[in-house]
């Protein structure tokens, strides 16, 4: 479904990507872990188009989306929750969830979708007419995923979801996120919580200094040496 | 009591005017944090359109209304793509600059074409005409350009705050950045900013020909006014622009009427208290 091959990105000359290379198909759930500036968030973002790669393909069912602006993107049903949520703090839970179903011109899916996601967070329902802002962190998590459901997209990328997050509530988002693959949603997942991240993921990358160094399927990438020694300090 | 009534009636009858004057302003700043200096001269072209066609084409002013909106749409999309989107990458003072160069050249453009002369509307349906109310008489083009004024206030705010695309615009002005993630092109947003913007100031100059003289300065003055306003009201609030030009209205029309000289002295000590005492204005963040 998505291929990025071998992108380059560059922050004002210098080099914030220098080879990243991954594959999410249809269905699967695939999470990028590595340290932090590892260049993970940046790689989600050459795929959602708000910075560009140097070199490099972006492919997206088969068409090289590589060029392509962010409401293009997003159109084709790409859809990326930003690391801090980024939530419409002046508008309420309800105009933040319509906005996350701008590019939908059917007014019938709104609202089923809406009625999907006042489903899967019950706490939306209660707060749909309160100001984004006054949220709790968790709250806010949830609106942030809930807007990005809006769409149905066919390809869901997050962020750090985790960042900020009270432990008991990481545990439950991740549960969220496995839900959330089981009912078809295809996924792309970049986190610092490598252990949990790898536990419910399908296959996994590796990214350091701005390359993906090593792949496998999140179980032989938790077993292997070199997460186990980099990132779970065993 | 008469007099009373009357200055209060006046005042906020201006106040309408400058209510939809100064909204341009705020939703251009909400939207994109820039001040449009050359906001004055928008209204100055809505009062020249105003002016020409009613002097060249014998076309009643109130006819002018939709063509001086059109103008300044197309002036106020044509000021981002041309102009606005390229500073945009700039340092702020090259955005500060560039629409003070806006201003200059839309200003001397205008002294160019028409000389500095001083003109105003002869005829129409409105003009030099009175309203009767009871005991007040009022200025029949007067009343009805407040009228006019606060119907097209109201159908922008409608636009802002309950339709699907107003959603997006306040989701730009917000966070610009999500808004992009939800498929919002924010270029389009900046650039439909500026077209209210320079649709509902150009729409609100037209009217102010009525009853006020036109020159390629004047301009400045309301840019000034409208500044205020934004201040008062809070940067970037539409409510706050409604109200605080209400109040600029009538702060202008009852010190005008006592101390003449010194109406605009009143409205920038306004300002300037607001500056100082509550930045954020009545409405602001």
Not at chain 1, 38 to 57: C, D, E, F, Y
Not at chain 2, 155 to 174: D, E, N, P, Q
Not at chain 2, 256 to 283: A, C, D, M, N, Q
Request: proline share 3%.
């Amino acid at each position: 479904m998505l291929r990025v091959d071998r992108i380059r990105v560059l922050y004002e000359g210098i080099p914030a990507l220098h080879e990243v290379s991954l594959e999410v198909k249809k269905g699967e759930l695939v999470a990028v872990v590595g340290a932090n500036g590892a260049g993970k968030s940046t790689s989600l973002k050459a795929i959602v188009g708000t910075v560009k790669p140097a070199s490099g393909m972006i492919e997206f069912e088969q068409k090289d989306i590589t060029r392509f602006t962010t409401p293009e993107i997003v159109r084709l049903g790409i859809v990326y929750i930003p690391e801090a949520r980024h939530i419409f703090g002046p508008l309420t839970v309800e105009e933040n969830l319509l906005l996350g179903a701008f590019t939908s011109n059917s007014e019938k899916e709104v609202k089923e979708h809406l009625d999907y996601v006042y489903q899967l967070f019950p706490i939306l329902k209660e707060r749909r007419k309160q100001r984004g802002e006054t949220l709790s962190g968790g709250e806010q998590q949830m609106l942030a995923i809930g807007r990005g459901l809006m769409t149905r997209p066919k390809l869901l990328m997050f962020d750090e979801p985790s960042l900020g997050l009270m432990p008991k509530l990481v545990s439950e988002l991740f549960k969220t996120i496995s839900l959330l693959k089981e009912e078809g949603f295809t996924i792309l997942l970049v986190e610092q919580n490598v252990r949990e991240a790898l536990e419910i993921a399908d296959r996994g990358y590796i990214l350091q200094t701005g390359r993906t160094i090593h792949t496998g399927t999140g179980k032989e990438l938790l077993e292997s040496e070199m997460v186990r020694k980099a990132f779970l300090g065993l | 009591m008469e007099l009373t009534t009357q200055l209060i009636i006046y005042g906020v009858l201006m106040g309408l005017v400058f209510a939809l004057i100064a909204l341009g302003l705020s939703l251009i700043f909400g939207v994109m944090n820039i001040v449009n200096f050359a906001h004055g001269e928008f209204l100055m072209v809505g009062m020249y359109i105003a002016y020409l066609l009613s002097t060249f084409l014998h076309l009643d002013p109130l006819l002018s209304l939709p063509i001086a909106a059109m103008a300044g749409y197309l002036l106020g999309i044509m000021s981002y793509h041309l102009l606005i989107h390229q500073i945009l990458r700039g340092p702020m003072v090259a955005q500060l600059f560039g629409t003070f160069g806006l201003m200059l050249f839309l200003r001397y453009l205008a002294m160019y074409i028409f000389t500095p002369d001083v003109r105003s509307i002869k005829q129409g349906l409105l003009v030099g005409k009175t309203l009767s109310l009871g005991w007040v008489t009022l200025d029949l083009s007067k009343s009805v350009s407040a009228a006019l004024c606060m119907i097209s206030f109201g159908i922008v705010y409608w636009m802002i705050y309950k339709t699907k695309l107003g959603r997006a615009l306040r989701a730009t002005s917000i966070d610009s950045e999500a808004a992009q993630y939800m498929g919002i092109d924010t270029k389009k947003m900046n650039a439909l900013a500026w077209g209210i913007g320079g649709a509902t100031v150009s729409l609100a100059g037209s009217l102010l020909a009525h009853f006020y003289y036109v020159t390629p300065t004047v301009g400045m003055l309301f840019t000034l006014i409208a500044f205020a306003i934004v201040a008062l009201g809070g940067f970037g609030s539409i409510s706050g622009a409604f109200v605080a030009g209400i109040i600029i209205g009538l702060i202008m029309v009852i010190s005008g009427h006592f101390l003449s000289e010194l109406k605009f002295t009143f409205v920038y000590i306004v300002y300037f208290l607001v500056v100082v005492f509550r930045p954020r204005g009545l409405f602001g963040w």
